[in-house]
């Protein structure tokens, strides 16, 4: 079956300019994550969606991200004003709940420059 | 607050020889344990886990890890490496029964394994 995926693979931006990225989750997971890598950083969680319940934001690292996910399916990243500091890989995950036991599934992430 | 410490960031490795991946955590609760991996321009997979029950896990692919309550380890190991196993390692925690069931990863482990 198909997997997590996202969209764009890759995105170079301009700073102080806004930029969305999107995840479809696996069909039928209801917990979704978005992670971020950066270099010599590791991953870093942001947020997390389960169902239609309101998202944990406690990974967001400022104002200037905000997330979505409409019909408990699709989400969308959004970042506002981006800086070079947000230059990094964003990764997206499923699982079937929020079961910390869960397996999580990642797409193969969206990588974005800020020049 | 839950942490995860990879000692090692660079790992090189001749083909056929012995590995040893070093993960430590430090968690004041119990503990799910996972090993994710990164091939080449590739999303992150699991590797193997460890939930309960034994504390040596394997995986179809030769690795195993080994769960050290008294020193908050869990080490991946693999007895002969081939070139295909040239990737980057994540360790990563979750908390049993969490209100988001989010992963705390290490900062990975690059395996270079050389012909």
């Known amino acids: 079956g198909a997997g997590v995926s996202q969209s764009p693979s890759n995105k170079v931006t301009e700073k102080g300019k806004d930029v969305e990225l999107r995840c479809d989750p696996i069909?039928?997971?209801?917990?979704l994550y978005w992670y971020r890598q950066s270099l010599g950083q590791g991953l870093e969680f942001l947020i997390y969606?389960?169902?239609?319940?309101?998202?944990?934001k406690s990974g967001l690292p400022s104002d200037r991200f905000s997330a979505e996910r409409t019909g408990g399916s699709v989400s969308t990243l959004t970042i506002q004003r981006t800086q070079q500091e947000d230059s990094a890989v964003y990764l997206c995950?499923?699982?079937?709940?929020?079961?910390?036991?869960?397996?999580?599934?990642f797409g193969p992430g969206t990588r974005l420059t800020v020049l | 607050a839950q942490s995860v410490t990879q000692l090692d960031s660079q790992v090189p490795v001749f083909e056929e020889a012995p590995v040893e991946l070093r993960c430590n955590y430090s968690?004041?609760?119990?503990?799910?344990l996972f090993w994710y991996v990164q091939y080449p321009n590739q999303g992150l997979q699991l590797l193997l886990k460890?939930?309960?029950?034994?504390?040596l896990v394997e995986s179809i692919n030769g690795f195993e890890a080994e769960f050290n309550k008294s020193q908050t380890s869990f080490h991946l190991r693999k007895p002969s490496v081939h070139i295909s196993d040239t990737a980057e390692y994540f360790c990563?925690?979750?908390?049993?029964?969490?209100?988001?069931?989010?992963?705390?990863f290490g900062k990975g482990t690059k395996l270079s394994v050389k012909p």
């Open positions: 968690s004041s609760v119990s503990v799910y």
């Open positions: 995950a499923s699982s079937l709940d929020r079961g910390s036991y869960n397996e999580q599934f």
């Open positions: 460890y939930l309960s029950g034994s504390t």
């Open positions: 990563a925690v979750s908390e049993p029964g969490g209100s988001q069931g989010n992963l705390i």
């Open positions: 069909s039928g997971h209801t917990a």
């Open positions: 969606f389960q169902g239609n319940s309101a998202p944990d």
